[in-house]
Structure formats: C-alpha cells, structure tokens
C-alpha cells in the first residue's frame, strides 16, 4: 500500500523571520529526519502538492478576506495581528499549504494513495473565515473538508485534532455542517480560550476535550480516543482528517502536555485503525503545529511510520 508525503517548496516562503515561534526552519526539520529512515523514504510516495485556487479557498472563506491575503502578499508583507504576519511569498506559501491538503483528498478518494501526510505551513486550524490568527492564514484542514463534501460528493467527515490548542478556526469553519464532525483535545485554559467541554456548536457536532497540562501521558492519549470514539457514535465517516499538532509533545515551548514519541504512534495507529473499520482506511493528516523543530522532525517521521 503507497502512503503520500505531500509538501511544497512554496510553504519555505512564508517568511516570518527567524525569532518568530513558526519559522520555516520547522518545516526543514522534516525531511532532514525522515532522511535518517531510509526504509520508510523509499516506502513513502514523494509528492508536491498544488497550489489551491480562489474557488477552493471560498468554501471556508470570505472571498474579501482571501483577496487581502493575496494582496498583502503582493504589496511586501504585513502583520495581521501581533502573532500573525505576512511576506512576499505568503500567498505563494498559503496556497500551496491549502493545495497539498486537497490533492491529499483527491488522492483518497481516487485509492492511489489513500493515507497521506501534508508537510505545510502555515497552520491552518485558528483562521477564521474574515481573519488570520494564530499564525494561522487559510484553514488547511476546514477547505479539505468542504471540498471532499461539496466538490467530490462524499457525506462524512471526521476532523480530529491533538494540537496543544484548540482548534478553534476549524470549529468556527465547519461547525454549520452537522455532516462534518469535529474532536479537538487540547490544553485548558490556554491560548486561544475557546473549546469548552459543553461546547457542542450549533449542530451538535463538534467535541470539545479540554485538558490541564503536566498531566500524565496516557491521560491524554486515553481521553482523545475515547472523544473520537463518543463522536462516531451513530456517524461513519467516509473520510477521516487529522490536524497533527506536535506542539502536544512533552517540552514544547508554546505547550504544557507531557506526550512522548510512543503516543504519537499510538494515536496515529488507533486513527489507522478506526479509519480502516470506517471507510476502507482513507486519511488525510496535515501538519498543525510543534515549535521545537528537532522534536517535531522526529514526531513527524514516528507519525508517517504509524501510517505505513
């Protein structure tokens, strides 16, 4: 079975500076560890992604908005707010990061590829529809959704997210859908404030599970399974997409969790899992966040070896 490593050369220009927490440097770490495995660099299939279109992007935002990134981009650069900032190439980068997320669908759906790993930046699970936030510009993660419903005709989606923050750009983009369901385990309180346990959104559809740092490990792998399996109670996915935030990791910077590399291998392998009980395995994972980049080099290599 051929499982893709999809990234874009594109994503390196988005260039919020070196002393920026998301640098491109994070980015580099990945293929610079994945080269210490070559048995799992010949297995994957190496891909680069597209680039998303206006249309594309649309399905999650407000046309206004997407026009400003574009423009932005093209005028040198900007700040959208204090995390948030644009470069030259950030509407190259943005639009590659999206477009790598949806060629990871198309590829699922199709069966040539059906698990995939998208290697992207910038983030995408704070953008709002009209705004940036989080270091966050386009919601990688919500566009794929819409776009396996609305573009390739599937029914279910299942987002997860085990980001150390909340997800609360994609639970704003897609919490209308009650056909899109969305599982976000992260750290409480803490940035961004949002994802409440009884915060259900207006569909019922979304499953919030805030947790306190410093916690042991295996109360954080226990209570993120046992949220994506109360979701799919009664809803069978036919596409199942994970937002990979290694910022959850023991040791990050921009995090209070106490995960190991171990249980990112458990997580990943229990998702494989239940996305091959669901819908014959198809999965699409895109990377979030991770703000130490050695960690999050290996992390992302244990994370593709778990999909293998």
Partial sequence: MSIAFISHSDCGRHDTGWNH??????????????????????????????????????????????RQVRDLSA?????????????????????????????????AISGKNIRTFCAVRPPGHHALRDHAMGFCLFGNVAIAAHYARKVKGLERI????????????????????????????????????????DDHGPKKSVWNRPMAAALP?????????????????????????????FDSLNGDPLGGFTMEMPDIDRLTREMVSRATNWCGGRLVSALEGGYNPERLGEAAVVHMRALV
């Avoid at 987002?159 to 750290?187: C, K, P, Y």
């Avoid at 792998?221 to 994506?228: G, I, K, Q």
């Fill in 21 to 66: 927490p998301e640098h491109v440097g994070r980015l580099r770490a990945i293929p610079r560890a994945l080269r210490y495995d070559a048995e799992l660099f010949e297995t994957l299939t190496h891909l680069e992604g597209r680039h998303a279109v206006e249309d594309d992007l649309i399905l999650a935002h407000d046309i206004k908005y997407v």
């Fill in 75 to 107: 005028s040198g650069g900007g700040r959208f707010d204090a995390d948030t900032v644009a470069s030259e190439g950030s509407w190259a980068a943005a639009t590659a990061g999206a477009g790598s997320v949806l060629d990871a669908v198309d590829l």
């Fill in 158 to 197: 299942l987002i997860v997210d085990w980001d150390v923050h909340h997800g609360n750009g994609t639970q704003a983009l897609v919490e209308h859908d009650a056909n899109i369901r969305f599982v976000s385990m992260h750290q409480w309180p803490w940035y961004p404030g949002t994802g409440a346990l």
């Fill in 217 to 245: 490990r295996d109360a954080y792998v226990s209570a993120f399974l046992e949220t994506v399996d109360a979701a799919a109670i009664g809803f069978t996915p036919d596409l199942v997409i994970i937002s990979a935030g």
